[in-house]
């Protein structure tokens, strides 16, 4: 059965939108200790000018890749009350976890009206993060937890990083609510390396059209459409390298794909990631074969843009 410890450790950190500093310092780590092993050592772009984000550059970068680091969570404010940080799927009774001045909170979620509130024994000081409790199931054929959404990418993008040569990866914040990151990102990015691409590192929703179990998910629209093209391209190159993988079509959702693509960089991007069950809930899965054909169709690409 697989193990995936580093999969696991970025499982239990609290990095909900807005908070993400202990995810960037544990990969910043992670980067400087391991990437003396790896086919290339990138430089490693971070500090306060880049806020809570990391930028590792590999030889001559013609694609980036977007990998964000928050989640979903709810933040504390008076009464009980809880307020929604980007969008969980809540349901009455989910465990909730977090800290406090006063100390470590286990906690149940309660819905009353659309109303969300904990049932903690004390007050919780305004302003307070909680997340979901970790429960993670591994077994030969898939995951489960929480924060799948985008554990999974951050993961797939450390895997990436062993045997890339050329290319940028890019771990980012606050896709969960609204963005605002990767502007900044961009325009750091472009003064220095002519990018012509980006890909996002990203975990999809399972639908009618997008089944677990069948491949990585090239999207070809979400509420934003990339640039047709750029599109055509992509399939071309997932059918020449014969890894599964399946096309999505949707109205809605965003990713950090889209502020690449209202950027004022000439940047084409596409989503590629692998399809789960229960988005935004205690409980997401993915099938391991997904996963597989995700990183594969990663170390494919940027080989090939």
Not at 46 to 52: K, T, V
Not at 65 to 78: C, I, L, N, Q
Not at 268 to 278: K, L, R, S, T, V
Request: proline share 6%.
């Amino acid at each position: 059965m697989p193990t995936h410890p580093l999969l696991i450790e970025l499982l239990h950190l609290s990095g909900v939108s807005g908070d993400e500093r202990r995810v960037r310092d544990f990969v910043l780590n992670y980067v400087l200790k391991r990437r003396k092993f790896w086919k290339v050592a990138p430089e490693v772009h971070f500090g306060d000018n880049l806020q809570d984000n990391l930028i590792l550059a590999f030889g001559n970068p013609r694609t980036a890749v977007f990998a964000h680091m928050d989640t979903v969570g709810f933040m504390a404010r008076y009464a009980n009350q809880l307020v929604p940080v980007g969008g969980p799927e809540v349901l009455d009774g989910d465990a909730l976890i977090g800290e406090d001045a006063y100390g470590s909170i286990a906690c149940r979620l309660l819905v009353d009206d659309g109303n969300l509130y904990h049932d903690f024994k004390r007050p919780v000081l305004p302003g307070t993060i909680l997340t979901y409790r970790q429960d993670v199931e591994i077994t030969d054929s898939y995951i489960e937890g929480a924060y799948l959404d985008n554990r999974l990418g951050v993961y797939n993008a450390l895997l990436l990083c062993e045997e890339l040569t050329d290319g940028l990866v890019v771990f980012s914040t606050y896709e969960e609510h609204g963005g605002g990151a990767v502007p900044l990102l961009m325009k750091y990015i472009y003064e220095r390396w002519p990018i012509q691409n980006a890909l996002i590192s990203d975990i999809t929703w399972a639908t009618e059209g997008v089944r677990p179990g069948e491949g990585v998910v090239i999207s070809l629209r979400d509420k934003h459409i990339p640039r047709r093209s750029f599109l055509n391209k992509m399939v071309l190159l997932a059918d020449e390298s014969e890894i599964p993988y399946q096309l999505e079509v949707e109205a809605y959702g965003s990713s950090d794909g889209r502020e690449v693509h209202y950027s004022p960089y000439p940047v084409d991007w596409c989503f590629i990631g692998a399809p789960q069950e229960n988005a935004h809930t205690p409980r997401e899965r993915v099938i391991w074969t997904d996963f597989e054909s995700m990183l594969q169709l990663y170390r494919f690409l940027m080989d090939r843009l």
